[in-house]
């Protein structure tokens, strides 16, 4: 397959494998925000291409992870109003919420349905004048353009049954908290998909302020070991900086129609994070003047107490500080087909990618 | 979520495209995506083509790299 089977050579990753061990000398971590690079790593087995002297750990990356229970259960609440059809990309559905899932709800009465693209919804809608349809909008700035443009279609065509619930959020604020926080990081596996949209200016302050490594990746096991071996010469060089090594899809200034989609339909909002808390400016917000397809202006509902599940390490996996196999659930209690954190629910979340690839 | 996957263009049709992955087709919306032309390659995303694949940036990369694991250890940096 074009694009794919070049980046999956077993001699080039070998020799990346064979060249990272001659150029590494210091301890360091790389972190990486991007469930698609965390199922790589894992899928690939690549940590046992390193050298001990690299460590890598999973950051904050899968969007079904990171939203908190809250939302979870005011989906939830939303589903439960008569004539409403909720419309979810498909792991958000068996995220727990606070006293069951949508999965759950869905085979009591309520209807709820997966789709694959948010355009789905909007045929949902056209096809269903008489019903309400609200689209859970969850997902990084790779997908949330996807939002803006199908708000801006439904403007277009006059559709009014169609409400976005935003759950949206962006990369860099979680990015500059974590380093704030404490999280001992020395470089950064940027996420490809969303430097697509975005490109790479946002990351440079990360670089210039506070000296870390950034480098943009592909998905492939080559894109990853190249990568990771530009993060290790950068930082056994002392010098820091942005770079793109997944130069085929990453332009510098990324998408600027996305862009502004994505700026005339949505504006920043302090927003809350599952285990991270509320981060500023770091959620995505439906603007006033297209607050008739804002789901939370829409319908009025009333949202139990939220709380976390007992036991769940989630919040601190998603910070880097734990891996999964710290956690007394993982693989006894909490599993893929019963799973009690969200973290086991995506197939890119963390604990969900080490349940399937460990040894 | 981010996954977005390479996809060939058939044909474009006003804001839609007919893309090809191992010759099974999709329907791209080019509502994100201007300029796609017949023969690109397109990344997808939940049913949007969100960025072209640069054909020319692809290969230099990739030459770079083999090069330059070619050479002797720490001998040049990337």
């Known amino acids: 397959m074009k694009y794919i089977d070049e980046y999956r050579k077993k001699d080039l990753i070998l020799s990346i494998s064979e060249k990272l061990k001659s150029v590494s000398t210091k301890e360091i971590v790389l972190m990486e925000v991007c469930g698609g690079h965390t199922m790589a790593i894992h899928r690939f087995g690549l940590p046992s291409l390193l050298p001990a002297t690299i460590r890598l750990i999973s950051g904050p990356g899968c969007p079904v992870c990171v939203s908190p229970q809250y939302f979870i259960d005011k989906a939830l609440a939303f589903s439960r109003i008569p004539n409403v059809i909720v419309t979810t990309y498909g792991d958000l559905i068996r995220v727990p919420g606070s006293t069951t899932s949508l999965e759950k709800e869905r085979a009591n009465r309520s209807d709820i349905r997966i789709i694959y693209s948010v355009l789905e919804a909007l045929t949902i809608a056209k096809n269903n004048p008489g019903k309400s349809i609200v689209f859970l909008g969850i997902g990084f700035e790779t997908t949330a353009p996807l939002t803006a443009a199908a708000i801006l279609e439904a403007r277009k065509e006059n559709i009014t049954n169609f409400f976005v619930y935003s759950a949206h959020k962006i990369m860099p604020p979680v990015m500059k908290a974590l380093v704030e926080e404490g999280v001992k990081i020395d470089g950064f596996i940027a996420p490809g998909h969303v430097s697509a949209i975005t490109g790479t200016a946002i990351y440079d302050n990360l670089a210039s302020e506070c000296g870390l490594g950034v480098v943009v990746s592909g998905f492939e096991p080559v894109d990853m070991m190249q990568s990771i071996l530009m993060l290790t010469s950068q930082i056994e060089a002392g010098t820091p900086k942005v770079e793109v090594q997944y130069q085929r899809v990453v332009k510098t200034n990324g998408n600027k129609t996305a862009q502004h989609l994505l700026a005339e339909v949505f504006e920043t909002r302090d927003d809350s994070w599952r285990g991270l808390g509320v981060i500023k400016e770091s959620g995505l917000k439906i603007r006033k003047h297209l607050s008739t397809f804002d789901a939370e202006q829409h319908f009025e509902v009333r949202v139990p107490e939220s709380f976390e599940p007992k036991g769940c390490i989630c919040g601190l996996i998603l910070r880097g500080l734990k891996t999964p196999v710290d956690c007394s659930l993982f693989g006894k209690k909490c599993t893929p087909a019963d799973p009690v954190g969200a973290c086991m629910v995506s197939g890119e979340g963390t604990c969900a990618t080490y349940y399937k690839y460990r040894s | ?78």
Do not use: W
């Not at chain 2, 999709?26 to 969100?50: C, E, K, Q, R």
């Open chain 2, 1 to 78: 979520m981010c996954l977005a996957i390479p996809a060939k263009v058939i044909s474009v049709n006003g804001e839609t495209a007919l893309v090809s992955i191992e010759d099974v087709e999709y329907t791209a919306s080019l509502l994100l995506l201007d300029d796609v032309n017949p023969g690109d390659f397109i990344m997808l995303h939940a049913g949007f083509a969100i960025q072209k694949v640069d054909a020319d940036e692809a290969a230099e990369t990739l030459q770079l790299l083999q090069e330059e694991v070619k050479n002797r250890p720490g001998e040049t940096a990337l």
